[in-house]
Protein backbone atom coordinates (compact mmCIF):
# COMPACT_ATOMS: atom_id res chain seq x y z
CA UNK A 1 0.00 0.00 0.00
CA UNK A 2 1.14 3.52 -1.00
CA UNK A 3 0.72 6.57 1.53
CA UNK A 4 -2.50 8.24 0.98
CA UNK A 5 -3.30 11.32 1.87
CA UNK A 6 -6.76 11.70 -0.38
CA UNK A 7 -9.25 11.30 2.42
CA UNK A 8 -9.35 11.58 6.20
CA UNK A 9 -7.66 9.95 7.98
CA UNK A 10 -4.29 10.06 6.27
CA UNK A 11 -2.59 6.34 6.16
CA UNK A 12 0.83 6.45 6.29
CA UNK A 13 2.66 3.64 5.98
CA UNK A 14 5.72 4.60 3.58
CA UNK A 15 8.91 7.32 4.31
CA UNK A 16 8.20 10.31 3.44
CA UNK A 17 11.44 12.62 3.32
CA UNK A 18 10.12 15.19 0.55
CA UNK A 19 7.08 17.41 2.21
CA UNK A 20 3.70 15.29 1.21
CA UNK A 21 2.00 18.53 1.79
CA UNK A 22 3.55 20.60 -0.63
CA UNK A 23 3.65 23.48 2.10
CA UNK A 24 0.31 23.38 2.77
CA UNK A 25 -1.42 24.44 6.24
CA UNK A 26 -3.13 21.75 8.07
CA UNK A 27 -4.88 21.46 11.85
CA UNK A 28 -4.03 17.92 13.10
CA UNK A 29 -6.35 16.46 15.66
CA UNK A 30 -5.16 12.92 16.24
CA UNK A 31 -2.34 10.51 15.66
CA UNK A 32 -2.28 6.89 15.70
CA UNK A 33 0.39 4.53 15.19
CA UNK A 34 -0.76 0.88 14.76
CA UNK A 35 1.14 -2.52 13.83
CA UNK A 36 4.81 -2.32 14.64
CA UNK A 37 6.81 -5.23 12.86
CA UNK A 38 9.24 -5.60 15.75
CA UNK A 39 8.20 -5.76 19.56
CA UNK A 40 10.23 -2.96 20.82
CA UNK A 41 12.55 -0.47 19.32
CA UNK A 42 11.28 0.46 16.37
CA UNK A 43 10.98 4.51 15.58
CA UNK A 44 8.45 7.02 13.99
CA UNK A 45 8.99 10.68 13.37
CA UNK A 46 6.71 13.58 12.04
CA UNK A 47 7.76 16.81 11.22
CA UNK A 48 6.95 19.60 9.47
CA UNK A 49 8.27 20.90 6.26
CA UNK A 50 11.07 23.36 7.94
CA UNK A 51 12.11 19.77 9.82
CA UNK A 52 10.37 20.35 13.52
CA UNK A 53 9.09 17.42 15.02
CA UNK A 54 5.59 17.37 15.03
CA UNK A 55 5.17 14.07 17.15
CA UNK A 56 7.42 11.10 17.42
CA UNK A 57 7.38 7.43 19.47
CA UNK A 58 9.22 4.23 19.91
CA UNK A 59 7.29 1.05 20.05
CA UNK A 60 8.13 -0.62 23.74
CA UNK A 61 6.42 -4.20 23.24
CA UNK A 62 4.33 -6.88 21.30
CA UNK A 63 1.30 -5.49 19.92
CA UNK A 64 2.57 -1.37 20.26
CA UNK A 65 -0.43 0.93 19.57
CA UNK A 66 -0.24 4.62 20.66
CA UNK A 67 -2.94 6.82 20.09
CA UNK A 68 -1.96 10.85 20.85
CA UNK A 69 -4.25 13.95 20.66
CA UNK A 70 -2.69 16.72 19.23
CA UNK A 71 -3.91 20.51 19.91
CA UNK A 72 -5.84 21.28 17.05
CA UNK A 73 -5.43 24.93 17.44
CA UNK A 74 -1.66 24.47 16.34
CA UNK A 75 -1.16 25.41 12.53
CA UNK A 76 1.37 23.21 11.15
CA UNK A 77 3.21 24.01 7.25
CA UNK A 78 3.88 20.43 5.51
CA UNK A 79 4.36 17.41 6.73
CA UNK A 80 7.03 14.67 6.08
CA UNK A 81 7.82 11.29 7.40
CA UNK A 82 11.23 11.24 7.47
CA UNK A 83 11.37 7.98 10.22
CA UNK A 84 8.68 5.25 9.91
CA UNK A 85 10.75 1.71 10.74
CA UNK A 86 7.62 -0.33 10.35
CA UNK A 87 3.91 0.13 11.09
CA UNK A 88 0.74 2.50 10.21
CA UNK A 89 0.33 5.81 11.07
CA UNK A 90 -3.64 7.16 10.19
CA UNK A 91 -3.45 11.09 10.92
CA UNK A 92 -6.45 12.68 11.72
CA UNK A 93 -6.88 16.44 10.29
CA UNK A 94 -9.28 19.00 10.54
Known sequence: MANDIAGNPFLIDTVSAADILNGK???MKTVAWTAPAAASGNRVILT???GRVIWESVANGSAYREV???DPRE???GLKI???DSGRLLIYIL
Open 68 to 70: DHL
Open 75 to 77: EWI
Open 25 to 27: SFY
Open 82 to 84: PTL
Open 48 to 50: DAR
